[in-house]
C-alpha cells in the first residue's frame, strides 16, 4: 500500500447502540483497492452491523465512513452504485432462477444487456455454475447459493464488495471457486471487506482485523500480526484432545488453549521451557498424547488468545 | 425514477405471482369464483321492512291483500294510516321504508275484473332497499293476484290455467334478479380489495420475511420505484379482472350495466390505488407475511364484506357503526359500482362517491412513501 493510493474505504469513529448493547464502539480502518481486508470476530461481535452501516442500509450513531469516496453516513445513497454487498443472510429470490436473479441484479445497477450477458457467463464459469443457469435459485446448494450472490454482486463491476461471512456453511470446493473469484477480483482494483467465521481464511486475506464487542482488537497482516506476538505456541498431539484440553486448564500460566483437528495449540509465555511440566502433568493424568512442539502461531491462536485472554483472563 | 429500474421491479413481481400457485388462483380464478357464488348464491333478504299502509277501501279484499304483506319475511305492517301527509311524513322519518295505498275502489275493480293499481311510495335516500322493497312488494302483489286470478277462473268454471304457476315461478326468479342485480356489482369490490390490499399486503412483508429486501436496499433502487414497481403488476391485474368480472356479470348473470365502461374503470382504477396503497402501507409495517394478511384481512376484506353495503343495506346498520363504514374506501366503491351499474349515473354525478375515495388516495400516498425507508430497523 504505496501512500499515493487512495482508500477505497475508509472507516473513522463507526459506532452504533442497540438498546442494552453497543454492537459496533468507535470502529476505524481503511481498506485500498485491490486488497482483501478480513473481518473475524466471535457470534455478536458486531460484524454484522458494521458491515451494514458500510452498504448505506443502517445508519450508524456516530462516526464517518466514505465508500468509493462518498460519504455513506451523510448521503447513503451515493455509494451504492459503486458498492456491492452480500449479507449474511441468503438474500436473492429463490422462485428465480440463476439468470434470472442475475438479470434483475444487473437491471438494477443499469447494466446493458450484452454487457451483462458477457459478464455473467465469465463469472458463472469461474464459479462452476454454467449448467445451472435455468435452476431455480431455491434449488441450488448452499454453496451455490453464496456463489450466485457472489455472481449477482459482481454484475456491475463494483469498486467496493462488502461480504458478510459469504462462506459459512459452505462445502470445501465451493470455497475454493469462490475464493478464486476473489482473487481475480484484486486484479481489477476492487477492495473487497470481507467477515469471515473461518480462521484459515483470514489467513488468506491481505489484512485482518479481529472484532470483539464492537472494538477491533487487532489490525495488520497476517504474517505481522504473527510475527509480533509475544507469546508461543506449542503443539501437542492427542488422541483424546478434549480430555487434554480439560486437563491442561490445570496448568498454571497457560494464556488460553486452542482445540486443532488433531490436538491441541497451548498459548503460553516461554513454551519451550515450560515442555517438561506440561508433559509430568499429561503424564501422571494418564492423558495420551504423542508429540509436543513449539510451533508458530495461527491467526486462530491470536485471535482465541485475544479474546478468551480479555474476557476472563483465563482459559477459554 | 429510473424507468429500467422500475421495470425491473415488476418484472420480477411478475415472476413471483406466476411462480405462486397461491396468488395465480387469486389473480385468475377468484373473481370469476366470487360473481359465480354470489350471482348464483346469494338471496339477498331485507327482512321485515317496515311498512305504512293507507287502506282507502277497507274491505275483506283490502284486508287479505295486507295480510299477505305482514306475513311475507320482507315487511312488517309498522302502522295502519288514516292520510297522505301521515305516510310521507313517515317516509321521510324515515320510519317507513315503504308506503302502501289501496285505492278506494279496490275491491269493486277486482270484482270487474280489474285493472287495479295499488299506489307505493318508497324511501329514495337508499335506492337499492327502495329497488328491493319494490321488487319484494311487487312479488306479493303478483302472488296474490295470481292467486285472485285461479279464483276468477274457478268461480267462472273456466279451465284452470298454470299461469298462476308460471307467475308463482317469475316472482321467484325475479326475486333473485333483483338481488343478483344489487350483489354481484358489489362483488367488484371484494375482488379488488384482495388483488389490491390481500395480494400487495404479501410483497413486501416477504421480502423482509426472506431478507431478500436487505441487499434490494443495498442497490441504487430508490424507495418510489420499489413501491410502484410492486405495485403495478397488481394495478394491471386488479384492472382486468374487473374487465372479467363485469363481463361475466352482464353477460352470464344479466346484470343490468347501464353506466359507461370509462366510468366503470376510472372508478375501479381510484379505488384500486387506494388498495394497493393501503396493501402496501401494511405491508411496511407489518414485516411479516403473517401480519401482514391477517392486517389486510381485518382491516379491508371483512369491512368490504361486511359494511359496505355490499350484501346489507348502510341504513340499516346502527348508527354507530354508520358512521364507521364512512371511513371505508369499499363503502365508496360499491356505492358508485352501483350507481353505474343499476342507474347509470354519469361521472359527474359520482363526485360524493369519488371524491372520499381520492382522499383516502392522497393520504395513502402520504402514509406510504413516508413509512417505507431504505433502512433497517
Ligand atoms: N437490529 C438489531 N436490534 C437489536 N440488536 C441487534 C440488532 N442487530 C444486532 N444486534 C446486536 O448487536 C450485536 C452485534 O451483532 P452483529 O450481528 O453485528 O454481530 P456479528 O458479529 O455479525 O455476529 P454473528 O457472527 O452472529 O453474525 C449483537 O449482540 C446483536 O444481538
Ligand atoms: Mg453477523
Known sequence: MTAAVQPALTIRGLTKSFPGIRAVDGVSCDVYPGEI????????????????????????????????????VHDPEAAKHDLSYMPQRFGLYEDLTVDENIRFYGDLFGVRANERRARSAQLLEAAGMSEFRKRLAGKLSGGMKQKLGLVCALI??????????????????????FWRILYNLIAEGVAILTSTAYLDEAERCHRVALMHEGKLLFLDTPAKLKSGFAKGVLAILSSDARR????????????????????????????????????????SAQVPFSEMRQVVPTIEDLFVDAVTSGRSGGQG | ???????????????????????????????????LLFGYGVSLDLKHLPVYVFDRNGTQASQDLLKRFQSSNYFRIAKVANSYPE????????????????????????????????????????????????????????????????????????????????????????????????????????????????????????????????????????????????????????????????????????IPFRGTIATLFLSSALFLIVMLLLGFFISVIAKTQLAASQIALIVTFLPAFLLSGFLFAIEQMPVFIQYVTRVLPARYYVSALKNIFLKGTPVEMLYADLLPL?????????????????KLA
Do not use: C
Request: net charge negative; hydrophobic share 45%.
Open chain 1, 244 to 283: 487434554m484440553k480439560e486437563e491442561l486448564k490445570r496448568v498454571e500460566g497457560i494464556s488460553s488453549l486452542v482445540l486443532t483437528g488433531d490436538g491441541v495449540h497451548v498459548v503460553i509465555e516461554d513454551p519451550v521451557r515450560r515442555i517438561p511440566q506440561i508433559k509430568a502433568q499429561l503424564v
Open chain 2, 1 to 35: 425514477m429510473n424507468p429500467n429500474r422500475l421495470a425491473a421491479i415488476a418484472t420480477k413481481e411478475i415472476i413471483h405471482i406466476r411462480r405462486d400457485v397461491r396468488s395465480l388462483i387469486i389473480v385468475v380464478l377468484m373473481p370469476a369464483i366470487l360473481v
Open chain 2, 358 to 374: 381520492a382522499v383516502f388516495a392522497l393520504v395513502l400516498v402520504l402514509l406510504a412513501t413516508r413509512a417505507f425507508k431504505k
Open chain 1, 156 to 177: 456491475h463491476h463494483p469498486k467496493v464488495i462488502l461480504l458478510d461471512e459469504p462462506t459459512t456453511g459452505v462445502d470445501p470446493v465451493s470455497r475454493r471457486d
Open chain 1, 37 to 72: 481486508f478480513g473481518l473475524v470476530g466471535p457470534d455478536g461481535a458486531g460484524k454484522t452491523t458494521t458491515l451494514r452501516m458500510l452498504a448505506g442500509v443502517m445508519p450508524p450513531d456516530q462516526g464517518s465512513a466514505t465508500v468509493a469516496g462518498s460519504d455513506v
Open chain 2, 87 to 254: 305516510l310521507a311524513q313517515a317516509i321521510d322519518s324515515g320510519k317507513a321504508t315503504l308506503a302502501i295505498i289501496i285505492p278506494h275502489d279496490f275491491s269493486e275493480r277486482l270484482h270487474d275484473g280489474g285493472p287495479v293499481e295499488i299506489q307505493a311510495i318508497v324511501d329514495a335516500s337508499d335506492d337499492n332497499t327502495a329497488n328491493l322493497a319494490v321488487g319484494y312488494a311487487q312479488g306479493v302483489l303478483q302472488g296474490y293476484s295470481s292467486d285472485l286470478q285461479v279464483e276468477w277462473r274457478e268461480r267462472r268454471g273456466l279451465p284452470r290455467q298454470f299461469v298462476p304457476l308460471s307467475t308463482e315461478v317469475r316472482t321467484w326468479f325475479n326475486e333473485d334478479l333483483e338481488s343478483s342485480a344489487f350483489i354481484v356489482p358489489g362483488v367488484l369490490a371484494l375482488v379488488m380489495t384482495v388483488i389490491g390490499a390481500f395480494l400487495t399486503s404479501l410483497t413486501v412483508a416477504r421480502e423482509w420475511e426472506r431478507g431478500t429486501m436487505e441487499q434490494l436496499i443495498s442497490t441504487p433502487v430508490t424507495a418510489l420505484e420499489i413501491m410502484l414497481g410492486k405495485l403495478l403488476p397488481y394495478f394491471v391485474i386488479g384492472m382486468v379482472d374487473v374487465g372479467l368480472s363485469t363481463a361475466l356479470a352482464v353477460y352470464w348473470f344479466r
